[in-house]
């Protein structure tokens, strides 16, 4: 080994090892952002299929249908707060239902706040959006 090359490995690594977290922190983010993402639209989307039990024609009961379906389901998460739930009125006997889901992604409340250490307001506006279609042999 020469005697000029001899700290050369330890520098490699010095800038090695921050460049390999910081890329597995960006996966790690882009895959609580994607969960967050799937979670909003399955309750969006069994909030559309809820508001086509009720019956045809009855908007409040379609509504409360669709409203406790889908805050029924984001509840499991500490870190993706509901918001609105907009559409999933009443519809026609053979009609469909349209929902648009809210919710806001609390990343300060997950391992990777550590990317913003001084944010603690660091949130994610996220929407999705459902439809649902009642069957044509259902009876009103």
């Not at 005697?3 to 922190?25: H, K, M, N, R, Y």
């Not at 882009?30 to 909003?40: G, K, P, Q, R, W």
């Not at 389901?73 to 648009?100: E, F, I």
Request: glycine share 8%; net charge neutral; charged share 15%.
């Amino acid at each position: 080994m020469r005697p000029s090359a001899a700290g050369q490995a330890l520098i490699e690594t010095a800038i090695t090892i921050p460049v390999l977290l910081l890329l597995l922190l960006g996966f790690l983010l882009a895959m609580v952002v994607s969960e967050a993402y799937v979670d909003l639209d399955t309750a969006t989307s069994l909030a559309a299929a809820s508001a086509v039990t009720a019956r045809a024609g009855d908007d409040a009961q379609s509504r409360d249908f669709a409203l406790k379906t889908y805050r029924g389901t984001l509840v499991r998460t500490g870190y993706l707060k509901p918001g609105a739930l907009d559409g999933c009125g009443g519809y026609a006997a053979g009609g469909s239902v349209a929902c648009a889901g809210h919710a806001r992604l609390l990343l300060s409340r997950t391992p990777m706040a550590i990317l913003e250490p001084f944010n603690p307001d660091w949130t994610l506006d996220l929407q999705a959006t459902a439809t649902a279609y009642s069957s044509p042999y259902r009876s009103t």
